[in-house]
């Protein structure tokens, strides 16, 4: 089932949302692969989606350091961007011998990853950063947006 990018995933910080707003496109890309399943487009859209992923899990731990948010928070934040690269961990020893299983397991990790840390964990982390002036964040989406459209990528929220 495909995720659909809206409000209620906006944090307001204009680096968390783009991030969020990629994984939640390499999420549907997995849920669309997943429809006629090949192994290679399956493995090469799980190395995407890994290498992104601790992309971003570094970028949010370098943030709340930056602006050395609460440490419970700061912890909490970590321990839950390990457990989640331990299962990525997990899977991806299965990802050769069983592509289609391990990529339908994936694709239920990320979703319980985007509702259980994404939109609890991670608006947390982003109340306790600095304000961005919410017109900035308002232009920075709209100028994104129509970047990804004219890519044609994106566009469905
Ligand atoms: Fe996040």
Redesign the pocket.
Known sequence: MLIHWGQRFETGITE?DRE?RHLVDLTNSLSASLEKPEPHILQSVFMQLAGYICH?LVS?ETLAAHHRVDAALQQRLQQEHQAFVAEIGRLQKKMESDPVHTAQALQACLTDFINHH?LVT?FELAAALPKEHPQRHHEASEAEHRVRTLHGVGGKS
Request: charged share 35%; proline share 0%.
């Open positions: 968390i969020h971003h949010e994404v991670d």
